[in-house]
């Protein structure tokens, strides 16, 4: 079974109308992004404590 891992154009327009909806901030917004895209998590794991 092949997996997807990429969102459309499309679909990401559709998740930021959602989330505006929903009264997520524009960071709120990106957060959400990047950490369903795993920028987040990646960078997170980078950072020494």
């Known amino acids: 079974m092949e997996v997807l891992e990429t969102m459309t154009a499309r679909e990401i327009l ?3 109308e959602w989330l505006k909806s929903k009264n997520f901030t524009s960071d709120d917004i990106v957060d959400c992004i990047e950490t369903v895209e795993g920028k987040k998590k990646k960078d ?3 950072k020494e404590n």
Do not use: V
């Open 14 to 16: 559709n998740l930021i």
């Open 44 to 46: 997170e794991e980078g």
